[in-house]
Antibody, heavy 117, light 107 residues
Framework: QVQLQESGPGLVKPSETLSLTCTVSGGSVSSPSYYWNWIRQPPGKGLEWIGCIYYSGSTNYNPSLKSRVTISVDKSKNQFSLKLSSVTAADTAVYYC?????????WGQGTLVTVSS | DTQMTQSPSSVSASVGDRVTITCRASQGIGSWLAWYQQKPGKAPKVLIYATSTLQTGVSSRFSGSGSGTDFTLTISSLQPEDFATYYCQQANNFPWTFGQGTKVEIK
């Protein structure tokens, strides 16, 4: 059974960098069959795709966040990570890591990250 | 970016009703469309991918159709567990984008 689990600080100060890690079990981030994604959802709002990484290391980002986002993969730990720099209150959201094959078929439980001083 | 517009934004319906949700893309996306169901406090769950393919384990009362720019999710007979918010999502081109969501509420 594939499982994804987000980890990282739940509180980040404005202007600092948000860092989250997704640990994958029951599947491999080295598989060429999947894209590994970060998606966020501000409280009470809809879903926003942040970006994804392929097993080769190639990435795609949402242009609205591209200048601040880095997604990387650590194959030795079967993890992938998100860094979002220069955060503001508008970046407060539940952050999900997720796997895409033909649809986004596995999601982490989500982690709430609040940006506040 | 490909904008995804869902309608309606919310719908009130009764158990047993047929419910249809529409998703329109701002440009053609082929068949690269998926539908998700999200309940409060939970991660979304994929219902349908590639426009009309039912995800394993999902009830057959859910169905999807469409192509190009216009897509539909239909719930044939609404059940109590179907009250939730539904999102469409395109994966034809980056950035992948979601519709704004449709909340299905109890009438």
């Amino acid at each position: 059974q594939v499982q994804l689990q987000e980890s990282g600080p739940g509180l980040v100060k404005p202007s600092e960098t948000l860092s989250l890690t997704c640990t994958v079990s029951g599947g491999s981030v080295s598989s060429p069959s999947y894209y590994w994604n970060w998606i966020r959802q501000p409280p009470g709002k809809g879903l926003e795709w942040i970006g994804c990484i392929y097993y080769s290391g190639s990435t795609n980002y949402n242009p609205s966040l591209k200048s601040r986002v880095t997604i990387s993969v650590d194959k030795s730990k079967n993890q992938f990570s998100l860094k979002l720099s220069s955060v503001t209150a508008a970046d407060t959201a539940v952050y999900y890591c997720a796997r895409y094959r033909s649809g986004i078929d596995y999601w982490g439980q989500g982690t709430l990250v609040t940006v506040s001083s | 970016d490909t904008q995804m517009t869902q309608s309606p934004s919310s719908v009130s319906a009764s158990v047993g009703d047929r419910v249809t949700i529409t998703c329109r893309a701002s440009q053609g996306i082929g068949s690269w469309l998926a539908w998700y169901q999200q309940k409060p406090g939970k991660a979304p769950k994929v219902l349908i991918y590639a426009t009309s393919t039912l995800q394993t384990g999902v009830s057959s009362r859910f169905s999807g159709s469409g192509s190009g720019t216009d897509f539909t999710l239909t719930i044939s007979s609404l059940q109590p567990e179907d009250f939730a918010t539904y999102y469409c999502q395109q994966a034809n081109n980056f950035p992948w984008t979601f519709g704004q969501g449709t909340k299905v509420e109890i009438k």
